[in-house]
């Protein structure tokens, strides 16, 4: 059965008015038009079938199937968050002719009168919304296409847990239409805004908290939240990030992360990687909370667990850091290991002999090389007359690879 081209067009929002000649021509000769109601009513005078679009492999079926002259509109641009890509996928390209248009987030855009060219463009119709909040947090301007559930609100009650809030927010609705409505508001107006279920989210950073005056890393010990002064100190942390060798996109475990200084700086040097602070005890999270929130520590999410038990839902990791272990050392690396990226690394701090001892053999067992650094700082000590130093306790850091087969 010989096969017709498919044309695959791109509806703007202008109607059939922001249609090419090409595109307007290759629908008046086919017979059979498919689409969104709202498309397939700007065609009233189409004299052939008419489909409406609905779930995508009942279209592709039919299209396998058919011998019949078919126009497939989508929104905008096809190829874009749109149906191109899944045709694409799974019908010989040359039986594709695709028009494109303008999309709906240009369009916004240029109705809030905004560049868009150093926007993130992102879609959250029917997908999670854990890897794009990621993105939507290291950017500067973010562009989303929502649907029923993951809302402006869902997108506005993420952001809050991660203490970004610095936004200005548009809501750009029924773009095209009568009812087309454009609403500036902050990420909390996000939580209480009525709207159309069609809409787009344009999100466009303001401010930092209180940013300007820390570095990436070194910030003073006495900045962060702590109980009884239980944090990783400003020497260790440098020396502790030197040796997880991170690079952007990394995904990092923080085990143990008590106050969070140790993602929050590597936070600050991996901006696009996602790192998860996994703490235990509940007196430590809400000054864990404080401290992400007060650094603006975007990528970081804090985690309530216990490991190893705890790290069974989080993403395979790049590199671990442990900070400390409750305990269950073995149990953790064992868990680790299993889960740890055949490139990545696991650095661990020890401030006992004992938890020394435990970690090289337990990494030792299961193949890792291993390299010890024993830290000892001494700071001269302030408000006396003369300068003296005094010695802090010295800190084993263990950093543990496997080598390449």
Not at 39 to 63: C, I, N, T, Y
Not at 290 to 306: D, G, I, S
Not at 307 to 312: I, K, T, Y
């Amino acid at each position: 059965m010989a096969q017709n081209t498919i044309y695959l067009i791109g509806a703007g929002i202008a109607g059939c008015e922001g249609l090419s000649c090409k595109a307007l021509e290759a629908i008046s000769q086919s017979e059979v038009l498919v689409g969104r109601q709202r498309h397939l009513d700007r065609f009233p005078s189409f004299h052939g079938q008419k489909m409406v679009l609905g779930e995508l492999p009942p279209l592709l079926a039919f299209l396998q199937s058919t011998d019949k002259r078919v126009a497939v509109l989508a929104s905008g641009d096809p190829n874009f968050f749109g149906t191109g890509r899944f045709l694409l996928r799974n019908l010989p390209k040359e039986r594709l002719e695709i028009f494109a248009n303008v999309t709906s987030m240009q369009y916004a855009f240029a109705r809030i009168k905004e560049p868009w060219d150093d926007a993130v463009f992102l879609s959250l119709q029917g997908r999670g919304m854990g890897p794009s909040l990621d993105k939507i947090v290291a950017a500067e301007k973010a562009c989303v296409l929502t649907d029923e559930i993951n809302t402006p609100a869902a997108v506005a009650r993420e952001l809050l847990d991660r203490g970004a809030e610095g936004y200005d927010a548009w809501v750009c609705e029924d773009l095209g239409m009568p009812t087309e409505k454009f609403t500036r508001t902050t990420v909390k107006g996000l939580l209480t805004l009525q709207h159309s279920e069609l809409n787009i989210l344009i999100l466009i950073r303001t401010y930092e908290p209180n940013l300007a005056q820390y570095p990436l890393i070194g910030i003073d010990d006495d900045q962060f939240a702590s109980l009884k002064k239980l944090f990783t100190r400003q020497e260790v942390r440098a020396v502790t990030l030197a040796k997880l060798k991170l690079q952007n996109d990394q995904i990092l475990w923080d085990i143990g992360a008590g106050s969070g200084s140790i993602s929050i700086e590597a936070s600050n040097l991996i901006p696009n990687g996602k790192l998860f602070a996994i703490e235990k005890n509940s007196q430590y999270l809400p000054l864990l909370k404080q401290n992400l929130e007060k650094f603006c520590a975007r990528n970081v999410k804090p985690v309530e667990a216990a490991a190893p038990e705890g790290l069974d839902d989080l993403p395979d990791p790049d590199r671990v850091f442990i900070g400390g272990a409750g305990g269950n050392l073995e149990e953790i690396i064992e868990q680790v290991d299993r889960r740890l990226k055949s490139d990545g690394m696991i650095v661990l701090n020890a401030v006992t002999l004992d938890t020394l001892t435990k970690s090289i053999e337990a990494l030792e067992y299961h193949g890792y090389q291993v390299e010890v650094t024993c830290l000892n700082v001494s700071r001269t000590r302030p408000l006396t007359e003369y300068k003296m130093f005094e010695a802090h306790d010295p800190v084993y850091i263990v950093t543990a690879w496997k080598e390449a087969e």
